[in-house]
């Protein structure tokens, strides 16, 4: 909790600030928030004497951010199960304006998933500063050899081995669960997933676009990080057999994330992939590593593999592949205005609403809706964050 700011008490609204909203952006209105829930909007001069008002300066007042996919900041990763790498990841993910987070595994020896997912239900049931974990993103072993990315080799294996189950003990945390649909098991482990409410997404795959039609009757409904460790267009012959990536373009019953760091994707391919998917499917994910707020040319590590931050992402040494990005969701945001050319209602929806939506969260997350927490991020033009506010309490201050 931050002193130097009053928490506020009974009714409150923040006033003279540009009210983002998921499909507008307002001005000359009130946000007004009582007992950690959004009111809703209201005209200044109709709030009463009581009700306490903070002037925001113009700034833009939004939802605060979700992100369905990071792995971590300042040196630490989710796969540390230890209060102090929550903390520092929690608590740097709050002064950006991210109020709520999946906390992401990379791919590791099941025992020590299973650590990290019983360290993360126990955190979950506590009440911490910075931003809620609200579950975890497990980028799980069971992936393609030929896309694992910068994911460690030695620990790759096939949904049928049985293993799955232990980390299933854990369904009560999961929220998605990253695989490659084509390998073997994978079909019956998409069909757990659905049935246990965790959502079974595609990626790191080598899969061809028929496999993903079949993945989708079993329950598949997500795609992680467009163009990054997944399959496309190969010719066999004549023939042209389209791969995960058109799949994920192409096929309305997918929601799918985008990495809008502009190093990992073009401004063009993400272009492309917001005309194709929109921004009511598509989410903005950071895929931060360690790396993230780690000056240029520092080392830092995911599980028993070593990185490096160059040219403003994370790289392999060898730097034959990127290793997650460095940035944060909120510096994602005015990438997709001014590079992508993408409305900022929508920008912020993709890294709000959206990602709400996609783990079930958006009755409560994601919009500056009547009956919602009130998870608030105020940002500068530049979407520095100036205050963040999360369940109607201040938790970040510059």
């Known amino acids: 909790m931050i002193a130097e700011i009053a928490q506020p008490q009974g009714r409150f609204a923040l006033v003279n600030g540009r009210i983002v909203l998921p499909h ?32 925001v300066g113009g700034r833009l007042i939004a939802p605060g951010l979700v992100d369905l996919h990071t792995h971590g900041a300042l040196g630490h990763t989710f796969n540390e199960p230890t209060a102090e790498a929550f ?12 109020t709520s987070l999946l906390a992401t595994l990379a791919t590791a020896p099941i025992p020590d ?21 609200v579950g975890a993103h497990l980028e799980s072993p069971y992936i393609s050899m030929a896309q694992r990315g910068a994911l460690d080799p030695q620990n790759v294996r096939t949904p049928d081995d049985g293993s799955a ?48 039609l079949a993945a989708m009757r079993f329950g598949l409904r997500h795609v992680t990080h467009i163009w990054s460790a997944m399959s496309s267009t190969i010719r066999e012959g004549p023939w042209r057999k389209p791969g995960l990536l058109e799949a994920a373009l192409a096929f309305e019953g997918l929601t799918v994330e985008m990495i809008g760091d502009n190093k990992h994707l073009p401004p063009t391919l993400m272009k492309l992939a917001y005309k194709c998917i ?13 790396g993230a707020g780690l000056p240029e040319g520092a ?61 079930g969260l958006d009755d409560r997350k994601g919009s500056l809706e009547p009956g919602k927490d009130a998870d608030i991020a105020i940002f500068d033009d530049d979407f520095t964050c100036w205050r963040t506010m999360i369940s109607g309490r201040w938790v970040s201050v510059r």
């Not at 069909?191 to 795959?205: D, F, N």
């Open 24 to 55: 507008q952006v307002v001005t000359g209105q009130a946000l007004v928030v009582e007992g950690g829930t959004i009111l809703g909007l209201a005209e200044p001069d109709s709030l009463g004497a009581e009700v306490q008002r903070m002037d």
């Open 87 to 98: 903390q520092i990841i929690t608590a740097e993910n709050g002064r950006r304006g991210v």
């Open 113 to 133: 998933l299973c650590r990290c997912l019983e360290f993360c239900r126990h955190w979950m049931a506590e009440p911490h500063d910075g931003a809620q974990v």
């Open 165 to 212: 189950d232990r980390l299933l003990e854990h369904h009560d945390v999961l929220r998605i669960f990253v695989l490659a649909p084509e390998l073997p098991g994978a079909l019956d482990l998409i069909a757990k997933l659905a049935r246990l409410g965790i959502v079974p997404a595609a990626g790191h795959s080598s899969a061809r676009d028929e496999q993903v």
């Open 278 to 290: 929109g921004a009511d499917r598509l989410c903005i994910i950071s895929d931060a590593t360690s």
């Open 299 to 359: 080392r830092f590590r995911m599980g028993g593999m070593e990185y490096e931050v160059h040219d403003g992402v994370g790289m392999m040494f060898d730097r034959s592949c990127f290793a997650g990005s460095t940035t944060l969701v909120s510096q994602m945001v005015p990438i997709l205005v001014e590079v992508v050319g993408i409305p900022l209602a929508e920008a912020v929806r993709m890294a709000s609403l959206t990602p709400a939506r996609v783990i």
